[in-house]
């Protein structure tokens, strides 16, 4: 069964921790993303990757950087977490051959709480 | 920009009610367009897709068309259970990257 592992479900953080979200899947796809949930808005694109070490900005990148070292593994870091960065983030995957007919394949989710 | 608009939620009904959230888009271009579906404490799946203009998308009994001259792409199920009770994302896939969410709309469904 093909997966996305985010690897931490639940994270409580205090305001300018440094706060690192792992995410590794298993299906050797070139395309990664990560996305933030919040209630009435949908997802936001914070950032994306079509290959290793290339990295682009979406829609709200700001507060936010990534690290892809190798194809399976895309991290997501808050380099000084702040109240407003409390949201569901999400990561995703996909095939670049089919990047406007192929789905995202989720992870579970990890959910930040910034104090 | 590329956009998409959906109900807003909650929506609440009777188990083997009829189902329809409705979604629009704005897109130049010929996007692909989604369905993913998001049961309590998941991530998001893929529910269905349609690739292009008056293709229809099924799923579990879930469908939607595209239609290119109503810029719609609408979910509609003829009997929902509660098994069902999810949040629904409708979503655009331009020639780019960047899939495109709309804001999702929950569903409740009672027995």
């Known amino acids: 069964d093909v997966k996305v592992t985010q690897s931490s479900r639940y994270l409580v953080k205090r305001t300018g921790e440094k706060v690192f979200l792992e995410c590794v899947q298993d299906?050797?796809?070139?395309?990664m993303f990560w996305y933030r949930q919040d209630p009435g808005l949908g997802l936001r694109l914070i950032y994306f990757s079509y290959d290793v070490k290339m990295k682009e900005k979406g829609d709200i990148p700001e507060g936010y950087s990534v690290s892809r070292e190798k194809k399976e593994r895309f991290s997501l870091i808050l380099e000084s977490a702040s109240t407003n960065q409390t949201s569901m983030y999400l990561c995703?995957?996909?095939?670049?051959?089919?990047?406007?007919?192929?789905?995202?394949?989720f992870g579970e989710g990890s959910r930040l709480t910034v104090l | 920009g590329d956009s998409v608009t959906q109900m807003e939620g909650p929506v609440t009904l009777s188990e083997e009610a009829f189902l329809t959230i409705n979604c629009t888009y704005t897109a130049t271009g010929y996007p692909s367009l989604f369905w993913y579906v998001q049961y309590p404490g998941e991530g998001l799946q893929l529910l269905l897709k349609a690739t292009k203009a008056d293709d229809k998308g099924s799923n579990k009994g879930f469908e939607a068309t595209y239609r290119k001259e109503t810029t719609s792409f609408h979910l509609e199920k003829g009997s929902v259970q509660v098994s069902d009770s999810a949040v629904y994302f409708c979503a655009l896939s331009p020639t780019n990257f960047k899939t495109i969410f709309g804001a999702g709309t929950r569903l409740f469904v009672k027995a």
């Open positions: 299906m050797d796809h070139e395309n």
């Open positions: 995703a995957s996909s095939l670049r051959a089919e990047r406007r007919t192929g789905e995202l394949f």
